[in-house]
Each structure stands twice: as structure tokens, then as C-alpha cells.
């Protein structure tokens, strides 16, 4: 094997440690989704809060009641005043986003061992193959 064999099986372990620094690279993106959804979810409970008192209220809560995503129900018609409500659901909304966010990074680490092992494995394959290639020739 040449060097255009050897050119080419390089380039080919380089592909699949691309593949890992891609995974990574959905993972950066992955992990910051429970983040984003609490801060979309404590917007709303925030504009819960502003529409209380104004003409068109029952509007914008029907407005706000897909942004609030399971905290509707509680937040809308459960039990108390309406501050007390959005206080104990951004308090509960917090906690439910932390345990998600705890449990998507652990999901990811899995996946990038898992990658990185195989990547591994693959290429000291690869390079075991154009080791014994380059024997028999030579």
C-alpha cells in the first residue's frame, strides 16, 4: 500500500473521529434544551402574572395556556390567589427542569463514551489492517 493507501485509510480514521466531535457537537446543543424550556415556561408565568387585573385577562390566558404546558391547569384554576399558584409552579417547574437537565446529561455522556469507545476501537482496527497490509507488501 502506497502512499495514497495510507493518505486514504488516515482520512478515513479521520471521518470517524469526526463522527465523536459531531456527537459532542449535538450534545452542546441537546443539553441546553431543559434550560430553554424553563426560561420559555417562566416567561409565561411571568406574563401570567402581568395580565392579572386588566380588561382582556381571560384572553391572554387562553393566549398563554400552550406556553404554560403542564403547568396550565394549576396555574389557571388550581387552589389560592394567582400569585401564590405561579410561585409554587415556578418552584415546581424549576425542580422537574433541573431533574431533566440532570438526566439529558447523563443520556449524553453515555452517548459519547459509547461513540468515543467505538471510535476507538474502529481505529485501531483500521490501523491494524494497514499495519498488516503494509507487512505482507514490505
Known amino acids: ?3 495514497n493507501g495510507s493518505a486514504a485509510w488516515a482520512g478515513f480514521l479521520a471521518a470517524a473521529f469526526l463522527v465523536i466531535g459531531l456527537v459532542g457537537a449535538m450534545g452542546i446543543f441537546a443539553a441546553q434544551v431543559p ?6 415556561r ?4 411571568q406574563q401570567v402574572l402581568e395580565a ?4 382582556d385577562t381571560a384572553e391572554r390566558m387562553a393566549t398563554l395556556r400552550p406556553a404554560l404546558g403542564d403547568s396550565a391547569d394549576h396555574v389557571l384554576f388550581g387552589p389560592g390567589d394567582i400569585r401564590t399558584r405561579v410561585a409554587t409552579e415556578r418552584s415546581r417547574m424549576l425542580a422537574a427542569f433541573g431533574h431533566e437537565a440532570q438526566g439529558e446529561g447523563f443520556r449524553l455522556r453515555i452517548v459519547l463514551a459509547v461513540f468515543t469507545i467505538a471510535g476507538a476501537v474502529f ?3 483500521i490501523l491494524a ?3 498488516r497490509a503494509q507487512s505482507i507488501k514490505g
Open 1 to 3: 500500500m502506497g502512499k
Open 129 to 131: 489492517v494497514v499495519q
Open 52 to 55: 392579572q387585573g386588566l380588561p
Open 123 to 125: 481505529g485501531i482496527a
Open 35 to 40: 434550560f430553554e424550556r424553563a426560561l420559555a
Open 42 to 45: 417562566d416567561a409565561a408565568l
